[in-house]
């Protein structure tokens, strides 16, 4: 029972490269979230997708892009990676409002 | 502004005795809490919940009190064990809204 996978676990980019943060659940929610969290800092919503289809802006969705590709994906997209979206990325899923599962993380570090 | 708020940034305890994670929030539309508890290098995980509806929840060794006048709620485990160490999150949502806000976590220590 796999739950939320996000891939990849660790990346490294340079500042202005574009990268796909990829996550995949298989519970068979309708939810999916992505969120990013900083140091000293809780977990602070970029994008979600209440279902299927649709797409929404969290707290911080400035540089980010998201793709809901099935029910199962749900992608965030840097564009141009700069160096103050190095965090770590969580992706959540969820049946309407139970509670969220979330994958293991991606350290993302942009130099 | 900060919505929800964890105020002590980490806390010490004896393994067996009582852990109390301490939340205030200061959105009076929030109606739905949860305690999230994260292992270094691992994702959230769900612990326990409130509704606005009840004043205290409890499962196992963990109970979640709510006392919305003060806008306060409390995560209390016991006994308290050493794999309880870890990162605790506190989190709200308003009625019909699938967005968490979150706390900025409470580091627990259980010493053997």
């Known amino acids: 029972n796999a739950g939320v996978t996000q891939t990849p676990k660790f990346q490294v980019l340079k500042t202005g490269q574009s990268m796909t943060l990829q996550c995949a659940q298989d519970?068979?929610?309708?939810?999916m979230y992505w969120y990013r969290q900083d140091p000293g800092m809780g977990l602070r919503l970029i994008y979600y997708?209440?279902?299927?289809?649709?797409?929404d802006k969290g707290e911080v969705p400035n540089g980010y892009n998201v793709s809901r590709l099935n029910k199962r994906e749900f992608s965030l997209r840097l564009e141009s990676a700069a160096p103050s979206q190095t965090s770590v990325y969580f992706c959540?899923?969820?049946?309407?409002?139970?509670?969220?599962?979330f994958g293991d993380g991606t350290r993302l570090s942009i130099l | 502004d900060q919505q929800v708020k964890q105020n002590s940034p980490s806390l010490s305890v004896q393994e067996g005795r009582i852990s109390i994670l301490n939340c205030d929030y200061t959105?009076?539309?929030?109606?739905?809490f949860l305690w999230y508890k994260k292992y270094p290098a691992e994702g959230p995980t769900f612990l326990i919940s409130?509704?606005?509806?009840?004043d205290k929840n409890e499962d196992g060794r963990f109970t979640v009190f709510l006392n919305k006048s003060a806008k306060h709620l409390s995560l209390h485990i016991v006994p308290s064990q050493p794999g309880d160490s870890a990162v605790y999150f506190c989190?709200?949502?308003?009625?019909?809204?699938?967005?968490?806000?979150f706390g900025k976590g409470t580091l627990l220590t259980v010493n053997p």
């Open positions: 519970m068979n929610h309708n939810s």
């Open positions: 959540a899923s969820s049946i309407r409002y139970q509670p969220q599962h």
């Open positions: 989190a709200a949502r308003v009625a019909s809204n699938y967005k968490l806000t």
């Open positions: 409130i509704s606005s509806i009840k």
């Open positions: 959105n009076s539309m929030f109606d739905y």
């Open positions: 997708s209440a279902s299927e289809g649709t797409t």
